[in-house]
């Protein structure tokens, strides 16, 4: 599958729907596109700077950026990512320059699955108009997307560890969509904008109401764009990456 110059290979890791296997899609190894010039792009990150600053500004085009601790620079097959665990945090303190977002776009890895009973947040606001993406494992596995007052479930869709993975989670017209490395997996009605006014946004973990509060993705993450329009379905099965 290309993607913005770049080609995605289909793996065969099989992320189960429930009824089907779906494939992955990895890395192939060639230096990723910088984040595009679009006005719609609230927030990219790359996480390519190497060594990585305290403070990482945003590649997009809103005027923040992302407090960093105890992360770590790793070579990805793309370029860089960031390391992150249980000792680590990547926050955007709360600002009013991230509001009406619709899309949210991850790459991550996961080096260890949440176990019975437990979650991994990808981002979160902890505020409303709510703005999260988290996965849970109660007592199946499945993504959980929350735009506005809306709460979008994927079930029983086990991702696999080791493996670079692309989520995402669109709001257009009210309703809400989870993908999986381009793949629909869940839809449902009722959702709106998100934003990051009150409580910043917390990037690989939950948000406490101030700040990281565990929840914690022990892996990669090898890119983050919000934007404030709905992308397509094409655009999503195809991203610019």
Same mark, same amino acid.
């Given at each position: 599958m290309a993607i913005g110059g770049c080609a995605f290979r289909?793996?065969? !890791?099989?992320?189960?729907?429930?009824?089907?296997d779906i494939d992955a899609t990895t890395h192939d190894g060639v230096v990723p596109v910088p984040c595009?010039?679009?006005?719609?792009?609230?927030?990219?990150?790359?996480?390519?700077?190497?060594?990585?600053?305290?403070?990482?500004?945003?590649?997009?085009r809103a005027s923040v950026s992302a407090m960093l601790s105890?992360?770590?620079?790793? !070579?990805?097959?793309?370029?860089?990512?960031?390391?992150?665990? !249980?000792?680590?945090?990547?926050?955007?303190p709360a600002t009013d320059q991230i509001q009406n977002i619709?899309?949210?776009?991850?790459?991550?890895?996961?080096?260890?699955?949440?176990?019975?009973?437990?979650?991994?947040?990808?981002?979160?606001?902890n505020q409303q108009p709510v703005l999260d993406l988290f996965y849970y494992d109660d007592?199946?596995?499945?993504?959980?997307?929350?735009?506005?007052?809306?709460?979008?479930?994927?079930?029983?869709a086990t991702l696999p560890a080791g493996t670079w993975l692309y989520l995402a989670c669109v709001c257009d017209a009210g309703t809400g969509t989870i993908y999986v490395d381009g793949v629909e997996m869940a839809q449902a009605t009722g959702c709106a904008a998100g934003s990051v006014m009150n409580m910043g946004l917390t990037i690989g973990q939950n948000n406490g109401g101030s700040g990281p509060a565990g929840?914690?993705?022990?892996?990669?993450?090898?890119?983050?764009?919000?934007?404030?329009?709905?992308?397509?379905?094409a655009q999503i099965a195809s991203p610019e990456w």
């Open positions: 289909a793996g065969t !890791t099989g992320i189960s729907d429930g009824s089907a595009p010039s679009d006005p719609d792009l609230t927030v990219c990150f790359t996480f390519d700077q190497s060594p990585l600053p305290a403070t990482l500004a945003n590649e997009g105890g992360v770590q620079s790793i !070579t990805s097959p793309e370029g860089n990512a960031v390391e992150v665990g !249980t000792g680590s945090s990547i926050y955007i619709l899309t949210t776009e991850i790459w991550v890895r996961f080096d260890t699955l949440p176990t019975s009973g437990n979650r991994v947040g990808f981002l979160d606001n007592p199946s596995m499945h993504v959980m997307c929350e735009f506005g007052n809306q709460t979008l479930y994927a079930p029983s929840d914690n993705l022990v892996g990669a993450i090898d890119g983050l764009r919000l934007w404030n329009v709905a992308r397509t379905a």
